[in-house]
């Protein structure tokens, strides 16, 4: 999330639409929210005389959207809690939504293609707002990442309401962790040369990484296509997280229809240039390409269309990785 890190979602390596057992000792039913230690959680950071008041305001619209309850999981920890994230505009947590109570379900079939996509309880990643947030509402999200899900991108939306946004809930890791996981390959790898086997499982280890750059960077062409721009992929770090090797864009808050889109631009300057490019740029074998790469970038921000598009693919040797 833009300025919230938050994880639109986040955990370990499953894409889960599963439904959860209610027996599940993390978590903690709605009825018990306005309790101390979870209220600091609802009404983070709880700060105020109107902090109660407001947190049975958002305790009521969890009931409206058809949450069950939070399950207390996470690498994040507020108050001795678990959580998926946490960001300057919101909270992350997982939810158990029980679809059918859901009063503000979005069932508009031009949203939502396949509605047997959800269990009657599922498991979900619930965002809320922050009480110090800056944000009006998660109008604005719920609509870029409407336009998103259009074409498949993006983790679902579920519905929302002023303080609130349930989704798919995305299990993986996150961008940032998969270029540190890279960097401990590349240096175990450079230790060990001599094996053949090891070099088999480098090259595919190493095809399946430009498969996952090759699709995020299809996804980026995309919305570029589209006229969204989502604003944060110059960092992707925690941006695109990845779930069953597949990437997922995540965290809409900040995206526009109105501004020129940066999607590809971004994207491939990060790869280039941001957190972790040395590896990135070793996995691709770019060095002696990377002004080639640049110079295709500007050609295809002047000319954004498919064939410009495939020609910057190519340079980076990710077309044929799809």
Known sequence: MSNSNSNSNSSNNSNSNSTSNSNNSNIVPIGYLLREPFIHLIEYPYSDNTALEDARAKVREMEALGVKGILLEGNVVIHGLNVLGKG???????????????????????DVEDHSFYDAETVVALKMMRSDSGRAS????????????????????????????????????????LVKELESNNNNNNNNKNS???????????????????????????????????????????????????????????????RRVANVTSAVSYILFGRGSRVLVDIL??????????????????????????????????????
């Open 285 to 322: 074998n770019l060095y002696a390409r990377r002004d080639e790469a640049i110079d295709a970038l500007r050609r295809y921000r002047l000319e954004m269309n498919r064939e410009r598009f495939n020609e910057l693919l190519a340079l980076l040797d990710l077309k044929f990785y799809k």
């Open 196 to 258: 053949n086997n090891n070099k088999n499982n480098n090259n595919n280890y190493l095809a399946h990484i430009r498969s996952i750059l090759s699709n995020i960077l299809e996804q980026c062409f995309l919305l570029d296509s589209i006229g969204l721009d989502h604003g944060e992929l110059s960092n992707m770090s925690r941006h695109v997280m990845i779930s069953k090797g597949a990437p997922y864009i995540i965290d809409f808050e900040s995206s526009s229809t109105t």
């Open 88 to 110: 300057c505009t919101s909270i992350v947590v997982k939810a158990l939504l029980d679809r059918c109570s859901n009063r503000a379900y979005r069932s508009d079939s031009n």
């Open 138 to 177: 998660m109008e604005h999200e719920a609509d870029m990442l409407t336009i998103a899900n259009r074409v498949g991108i993006g983790p679902r939306l579920i519905s929302y309401s002023r303080n609130l946004l349930a989704m798919e809930l995305i299990d993986g890791i996150h961008m940032v962790e």
